[in-house]
């Protein structure tokens, strides 16, 4: 599971692939988002509570309110931790290595897993700034049309 959804394995070029969400009716409004280039999270609107949260979901976790919307991030960060990942055979991921898989706070206060890039390993420091960006259709040949936006972050 990625940020709460199920992944699909997708065939490219006779390999599967296991790094793609699966977009359902709920999800389409943060790919489509994504799509443009927009970060999209959740508020609450309860009285008392107006908490921001990421991965999206159809009710605040903080109190289970479902009087929730859509708001555009600012799509600044903090690195919060990482790894760097050296070995991974799974298609794409294998012609990433390394790659930093990480967690970073949003500026609107959610944290978020992710992938930093841009920015080696010996780089990467907590609390470093961070700005979205988002892979889009570059990996395996895939046309970009066919595999959806993904958010990663670059030092700001």
Do not use: K, Q
Not at 9 to 26: E, H, I, K, N
Not at 36 to 45: A, K, P, V
Not at 59 to 83: I, K, M, N, Q, R
Not at 101 to 119: N, S, W
Request: charged share 25%; glycine share 8%; aromatic share 8%.
């Amino acid at each position: 599971m990625v940020a709460g959804r199920r992944l699909r394995a997708v065939p490219v070029s006779g390999a599967a692939r296991f790094d793609l969400p699966r977009t359902d009716a709920f999800t389409r409004t943060y790919w489509d988002a994504a799509a443009e280039g927009r970060l999209l999270i959740r508020r609450c609107r309860a009285d008392g509570c107006g908490a921001a949260h990421h991965y999206p979901r159809e009710f605040c976790p903080h109190c289970w309110s479902e009087d929730v919307v859509w708001e555009t991030a600012s799509g600044l960060a903090t690195l919060y931790t990482w790894s760097v990942v050296h070995l991974n055979d799974l298609p794409p991921f294998r012609d990433r290595l390394p790659y930093a898989a990480a967690v970073v706070d949003l500026a609107e206060g959610p944290r978020m897993m992710t992938e930093v890039i841009d920015c080696a390993a010996r780089g990467l420091r907590i609390g470093m700034p961070l700005r979205v960006d988002f892979r889009r259709g570059a990996d395996a040949g895939t046309p970009p049309e066919d595999e959806p936006a993904i958010p990663v972050f670059r030092p700001a």
